[in-house]
């Protein structure tokens, strides 16, 4: 029997810490690894993608929806370079991913040699809490097991680093000897509880407050019966980061939903009106629309002290499990007996869904981008799961879905980079293959690199339980996030040299590859669409034709000023008219009549 390298005892170990799926590109800085998959019978599953950057998506989309650590893997040289974008992804938004990539050989580093890169130094910041090269193969269980608890205890990514010759070596365990660190398998988290005096005074503050009001991010994921209580007795209205879009259901009457430059108007509203602010795992970044300081009393909890006290000034900054520390905190919370604040919450909440629709129902050429995101709402299994690119599709996402039941979705926050709704939705779907899969991807990001990525879809997707995978593709021929932009912040017309796009027949390809491809152009086919996607046994892209006219006004934007930032482009800018036109007719929506509550 042959003996067992390092890079067969890499994919063992790997194994036995549950991992099931490695994202991947191959290369030869990683040939050993690669035999080592094969004589392994390819356990864990090598997922291959169609570029080297999207394995660190693939990953970080699994990761994200399974809650588990993800891995990705890359040649040496190019290969590791190329998982920077989705390994930052990963450090910004507080995901463990591992990331193991190849190196020359020892006997050629310091030589100039081809594919050399100083892997150590390109990967200290985006993995600066933990990247290490393997030198010797007694080094690999510690190094190895280290990466992994370390990424989980940090959420965020680490490195690993095995030069090629490496990789081959016969595997030799550390010794009982003196500079040698053996390693072992496994960790048990603790739960970690608030202190009691702190709670305390955190319940004086909050009982003290006449107008609540609640922000909550994905660190408050596991805590959705608590929250729910704590709104209830506190008589708050909930904003979500758009991270947290999935924390708790949009059906419910106090939840504003999104807050920000893509959120909603009743959370703009409630943060400028509140009283009192309590943060639960969230370190949402845009503090102008946040409570004016000095407004409102705050406390803060999240389970990580280096994200603590953050964007506000908290009175109290509670280091614990949000769970942990509500369930503490429930007790101690005085239920309001007026319940005026949160009456008016809630019909701010029932007009903004109902202008919501309104505006979605607004005529465009040929199609409203609302409406593609509208019709899907009430349409979504409750176990749906949906990515959406940056760009122009993340402000549909943030704000005409509706979520609900167990749906999920995520998008790339803190970075906001292209590319990866497509790839997010691969990792989603081998890290939950029984469940249906939604990616909003603009026609930017799906030449980037969704169309490509589609050939990964059409490699797998029969492996699936659930055969649906849907990318709905907003198909306006136009960089269209940065072309508004542009015109809002610079004051500038779009440049055409560098916002317009070719035109490609998306559903076409999708057709060739023997998925589903349907084209639709008109508003009336857009429901009947989702239908047939949702009803489709293999996956679908929707090539939709949008309105790139129609524009993604911020909650907090008067009539007034939305009417003067389009009269500030018109010369020069090609769809002047048109966006105005757009503009005033969904503006409007706000301001008419809504139906009698």
């Given at each position: ?287 102008q629309f946040m409570p004016e300081p000095g407004q409102a009393r705050a406390v803060q909890i999240d389970v990580d002290a280096k994200m603590i006290g953050l964007r506000y000034g908290y009175e109290r900054n509670i280091v614990a ?54 019709e899907l709402s009430g349409r979504m299994p409750s176990n749906a799961i949906v990515t959406a690119d940056s760009g122009s599709s993340a402000n549909w996402y943030a704000r005409q879905l509706r979520f609900r039941d167990d749906m ?190």
């Amino acid at each position: 029997m042959a003996k067992e390298t390092v890079s067969d005892f890499l994919l063992g170990r790997l194994r036995e810490w549950g991992v099931d799926h490695v994202f991947a590109f191959p290369g030869d800085g990683i040939n050993g690894t690669l035999a080592a998959f094969g004589r392994a019978e390819n356990k864990p599953k090598f997922v291959q993608s169609r570029h080297e950057e999207m394995p660190a998506f693939e990953a970080v989309g699994y990761a994200k929806f399974t809650g588990r650590l993800a891995v990705c893997m890359a040649t040496s040289g190019p290969g590791a370079i190329h998982l920077l974008n989705g390994l930052y992804d990963a450090k910004l938004d507080h995901v463990p991913v591992v990331a193991i990539v190849g190196q020359t050989a020892q006997s050629a580093m310091g030589g100039s040699y081809q594919q050399e890169v100083d892997l150590l130094s390109l990967f200290k910041d985006v993995a600066g809490d933990y990247v290490q090269m393997v030198t010797v193969p007694e080094q690999l269980p510690n190094v190895l097991d280290r990466a992994i608890r370390i990424a989980l205890a940090e959420r965020a990514p680490t490195a690993i680093i095995i030069p090629s010759d490496v990789q081959e070596m016969p595997y030799s365990a550390p010794t009982h000897a003196f500079k040698m660190v053996p390693s072992s398998l496994g960790v048990q988290w603790p739960t970690i509880s608030a202190d009691a005096a702190a709670i305390r005074e955190a319940a004086a503050i909050l009982n003290a407050g006449k107008k609540v009001a609640m922000l909550i991010g994905a660190g408050a994921r596991g805590a959705r019966k608590e929250l729910m209580e704590v709104a209830d007795l506190l008589g708050a209205g909930v904003a979500k980061a758009l991270l947290g879009k999935d924390v708790l259901s949009d059906e419910l009457p106090y939840v504003t939903g999104s807050i920000g430059l893509l959120g909603t108007r009743p959370s703009y509203e409630m943060m400028r009106d509140c009283d009192t602010l309590l943060t639960v795992g969230s370190s949402f970044p845009y503090t102008q629309f946040m409570p004016e300081p000095g407004q409102a009393r705050a406390v803060q909890i999240d389970v990580d002290a280096k994200m603590i006290g953050l964007r506000y000034g908290y009175e109290r900054n509670i280091v614990a499990d949000a769970k942990t520390a509500l369930e503490a905190l429930i007790p101690l919370l005085k239920p309001r007996e007026d319940t005026s604040w949160r009456t008016t919450i809630e019909d701010n909440v029932a007009r903004w869904w109902e202008t919501m629709d309104e505006e979605a129902q607004v005529s465009a050429d040929p199609i409203n981008p609302m409406l593609l995101f509208s019709e899907l709402s009430g349409r979504m299994p409750s176990n749906a799961i949906v990515t959406a690119d940056s760009g122009s599709s993340a402000n549909w996402y943030a704000r005409q879905l509706r979520f609900r039941d167990d749906m999920r979705g995520s998008l790339s926050g803190a970075l906001a980079t292209m590319g990866p709704g497509v790839p997010y939705a691969i990792g989603a779907k081998f890290g939950c293959p029984d469940r249906p899969v939604v990616a909003f991807v603009g026609d930017g990001a799906m030449q980037m690199n969704g169309m490509a990525e589609l050939i990964t879809i059409k490699h797998y997707w029969q492996e699936w339980a659930d055969p649906r995978l849907i990318v709905a593709v907003l198909h306006n021929d136009d960089l269209n996030q940065v072309t508004w932009e542009m015109r809002a912040m610079e004051g500038a017309p779009a440049f055409e040299a560098s916002q317009a796009l070719p035109d490609v027949p998306y559903g076409e390809f999708a057709n060739l590859l023997g998925l589903q491809g349907i084209t639709v152009d008109k508003p009336d086919d857009v429901g009947p669409a989702w239908e047939r996607a949702l009803a489709a046994d293999r996956p679908t892209v929707l090539d939709v034709r949008v309105d790139p006219d129609v524009p993604p006004i911020p909650p907090h934007a008067t009539f007034q000023q939305a009417l003067d930032s389009a009269k500030s482009v018109i010369k020069g800018d090609s769809s002047a008219w048109g966006f105005i036109k757009e503009g005033v007719k969904t503006k409007l929506q706000e301001a008419l009549p809504h139906k009698e509550g």
